[in-house]
């Protein structure tokens, strides 16, 4: 008994401290963490592992999917960076960390590519649900293309409650006087559409996102010289190892492991080891548990790992 009175103590604090970190708002243009798991969140469907039960016993709370908010405070605007399934909650999440006058909806909605927990969270803006009013969604070509031409999504585009913004690649968008953001292609499984990287460009620091990637050798520039361009990195640390994966071909799905950009970023200085934040980790990484003993070793290494709810100055 003594033992469940002190776990319900220790998460009512915990939560109460999430809560008011959530709810203070903004003064500069900040870009807020919303989510850290891969496409299926965590826990997974159909997972009998610990990495899930004690989820599902509801003895931890679940991570969203990954995705990124940014609020200028300026503009009164708020931008999302994914559309994931859990946008309803990622959304509010968002606008309690904005000033009062910030519209919820986002002023623009940026995607990386058509895997399900990137773009799925776009059926929310639809008739069933909100019936948005031409919500801004930036793309890609082949990402336009996939989203005009297939149902559901067809639906949101012919009844204006989405609004494709085509980019050009490397090319600046300007979205506010605080902020702009340069889209780049990265190389992945492009079954639909390409995939996209992002740098977010606010009026004082940058941050660079990469939530999916194949392997870094496979991208034409260096991820070295990209982080050392910006002053934050949020990139794919999908799987810890290929431990996690001994059920699946790894040659299907090729991400970095975390080890091996552990081992490439080695020889960085400390300042460009702490700009980097991992994040996009499959329900199996250790690194969704900020006890874990490679959660340590992570931070211990200079680096670190994203967590719901961080808050960093653009």
């Known amino acids: 008994m003594r033992f469940w009175v002190f776990n319900l103590i220790v998460f009512l604090v915990s939560f109460q401290a999430f809560a008011q970190r959530e709810t203070t708002p903004v003064t500069k243009t900040t870009l807020v963490v919303l989510g850290t798991a891969q496409d299926a969140g965590s826990p997974q469907i159909n997972c009998t592992k610990n990495c899930c039960r004690a989820i599902f016993e509801g003895k931890k709370r679940q991570t969203p999917v990954v995705s990124l908010g940014v609020i200028d405070p300026i503009n009164q605007k708020q931008f999302l960076f994914e559309a994931t399934p859990n946008i309803t909650q990622q959304l509010r999440i968002l606008k309690n960390n904005a000033p009062s006058k910030v519209n919820e909806i986002p002023a623009a909605i940026f995607l990386t590519h058509a895997h399900i927990g990137h773009y799925t969270g776009l059926m929310y803006l639809g008739k069933?649900?909100?019936?948005?009013?031409?919500?801004?969604?930036?793309?890609?070509?082949?990402?336009?293309?996939?989203?005009?031409?297939?149902?559901?999504?067809?639906?949101?585009?012919?009844?204006?409650?989405?609004?494709?913004?085509?980019?050009?690649?490397?090319?600046?968008?300007?979205?506010?006087?605080?902020?702009?953001?340069?889209?780049?292609?990265?190389?992945?499984?492009?079954?639909?559409?390409?995939?996209?990287?992002?740098?977010?460009?606010?009026?004082?620091?940058?941050?660079?996102?990469?939530?999916?990637?194949?392997?870094?050798?496979?991208?034409?520039?260096?991820?070295?010289?990209?982080?050392?361009?910006?002053?934050?990195?949020?990139?794919?640390?999908?799987?810890?190892?290929?431990?996690?994966?001994?059920?699946?071909?790894?040659?299907?799905?090729?991400?970095?492991?975390?080890?091996?950009?552990?081992?490439?970023?080695?020889?960085?200085?400390?300042?460009?080891?702490?700009k980097i934040h991992f994040i996009h980790m499959n329900h199996t990484n250790p690194l969704l548990n900020p006890e874990s003993k490679e959660s340590k070793k992570i931070i211990d290494l200079g680096f670190h790992v994203a967590r719901t709810g961080d808050r960093f100055i653009l």
């Open 128 to 274: 069933e649900v909100m019936n948005a009013k031409q919500v801004p969604v930036y793309v890609y070509p082949k990402m336009k293309g996939f989203l005009e031409n297939n149902g559901p999504w067809s639906q949101l585009v012919s009844n204006q409650n989405i609004d494709l913004k085509l980019m050009d690649k490397d090319n600046l968008v300007q979205l506010s006087s605080e902020l702009c953001v340069r889209p780049f292609q990265v190389p992945h499984r492009d079954e639909f559409s390409e995939t996209v990287g992002y740098q977010i460009n606010g009026p004082e620091k940058s941050a660079l996102f990469i939530p999916d990637i194949d392997k870094w050798e496979k991208w034409e520039t260096s991820i070295i010289e990209a982080i050392k361009k910006v002053d934050y990195a949020f990139i794919d640390a999908t799987f810890f190892s290929g431990i996690e994966i001994q059920a699946r071909n790894i040659s299907e799905i090729p991400h970095p492991f975390v080890i091996e950009s552990i081992a490439l970023f080695k020889n960085l200085s400390d300042s460009e080891k702490d």
